[in-house]
């Protein structure tokens, strides 16, 4: 079985603090992505990794960066956080030769 | 246009009877799909995927494609208060990534 974790599943937050998501895979995944999803938005991806230290930005990357520093580890960064960025954050994992992704848990991230 | 639509709900279907969901997508080079089921709170949960024109059924649920008219839908049959979650459709793009729908909340009567 696939498990995709993440480091918290409620976090709180004050505007302007640097906040650290993580998410860790256990299936040797080389794919991993971060979306955000949003009542009415759906999931919207934020930022994909298709390798160590590889990434690319995707959809909504503003205000956001990501670190790959290991295979089985990808980190989301929002460096100043934001109220905007109040939402649920959800990471996923995939082989390179299926599209089917798995998702974390999710963190429900609140900026004050 | 937004790459992936899908019907818009919420869908109430009383216990028993056949949930039917739709959804449509607008890149003609898809070639993957997935219905994922996300409960209140929880993540999103992969049920089926579908790759090539007609059915595949998995037990109670039964995924249809067709690429010529850009459309896959999802029946529920027999459906359980179980059931009551939202039922995202996922459509590959380029480079291994996925565009969802906004999704069909379904709730099941008993």
């Known amino acids: 079985d696939v498990k995709v974790t993440q480091s918290s599943r409620y976090l709180v937050k004050r505007t302007g603090e640097k906040v650290f998501l993580e998410c860790v895979q256990d299936?040797?995944?080389?794919?991993m992505f971060w979306y955000r999803q949003d009542p009415g938005l759906g999931l919207r991806l934020i930022y994909f990794?298709?390798?160590?230290?590889?990434?690319e930005k995707g959809d909504i990357p503003e205000g956001y960066s990501v670190s790959r520093e290991k295979k089985e580890r990808f980190s989301l960064i929002l460096e100043s956080a934001s109220t905007n960025q109040t939402s649920m954050y959800l990471c996923?994992?995939?082989?390179?030769?299926?599209?089917?992704?798995?998702f974390g848990p999710g963190t429900r991230l609140t900026v004050l | 246009q937004k790459e992936v639509e899908q019907n818009s709900g919420p869908l109430s279907v009383p216990e028993g009877a056949i949930a039917s969901l739709n959804c449509t997508y607008s890149?003609?080079?898809?070639?993957?799909f997935f219905w994922y089921r996300q409960y209140s709170g929880k993540s999103p949960e992969l049920i089926m995927s579908?790759?090539?024109?007609g059915d595949k059924e998995d037990g109670r649920f039964t995924a249809q494609l067709n690429k010529a008219s850009q459309y896959v839908s999802l029946l529920i049959r027999d459906s359980q208060p179980s059931d009551s979650a939202t039922y995202l459709c996922?459509?590959?793009?380029?480079?291994?990534?996925?565009?969802f729908g906004a999704g069909t909340t379904v709730t099941v009567r008993a």
């Open positions: 996923a994992s995939s082989l390179p030769e299926t599209d089917t992704q798995y």
């Open positions: 299936m040797d995944h080389e794919n």
């Open positions: 990794s298709y390798d160590v230290k590889m990434k």
């Open positions: 890149d003609r080079v898809s070639q993957s």
């Open positions: 579908i790759y090539s024109n």
């Open positions: 996922a459509v590959n793009r380029d480079d291994y990534k996925l565009s």
